[in-house]
């Protein structure tokens, strides 16, 4: 069965940090765009970050450039995302994505995969 699983949230407190693990079964990572999403409650899904599969280039929400940063570990067979100086409104269920095209994922938050999430709060 295909799957996608998202690990490493929790509550921290405001400029603290996190790092979120995706991992998969049934499927190599490194074949397909990975992007991270987050949605805050009453608020849309949004981008925070994808990593393309050929160059393994990174791009960032405006949001969290300079304080996140996505990774590959193709012997890990996972994806990660270092989330540091958090923030209250970085409270979010974050979610990672599987897709084999840059532009459906990253552009219109469409996805072959998606992982079932896991909640991020950042508070004092």
């Known amino acids: 069965q295909l799957q996608l699983v998202e690990a490493g949230g929790g509550l921290v407190q405001p400029g603290g940090s996190l790092r979120l693990s995706c991992t998969a079964s049934?499927?190599?990572?490194?074949?397909?765009?990975i992007g991270w999403f987050r949605q805050a409650p009453g608020k849309e899904r949004e981008g925070v970050s994808v990593v393309s599969r050929s160059t393994g280039n990174t791009f960032y929400a405006q949001s969290v450039k300079g304080r996140f940063t996505m990774s590959r570990n193709s012997v890990e067979k996972a994806v990660y995302l270092h989330m540091n100086n958090l923030k209250p409104e970085d409270t979010a269920v974050y979610y990672c994505?599987?897709?084999?095209?840059?532009?459906?994922?990253?552009?219109?938050?469409?996805?072959?995969?998606w992982g079932q999430g896991t909640q991020v709060t950042v508070s004092s």
């Open positions: 049934g499927l190599d990572l490194d074949h397909y765009v």
């Open positions: 994505a599987a897709d084999q095209n840059f532009e459906r994922l990253w552009g219109s938050d469409e996805a072959d995969y």
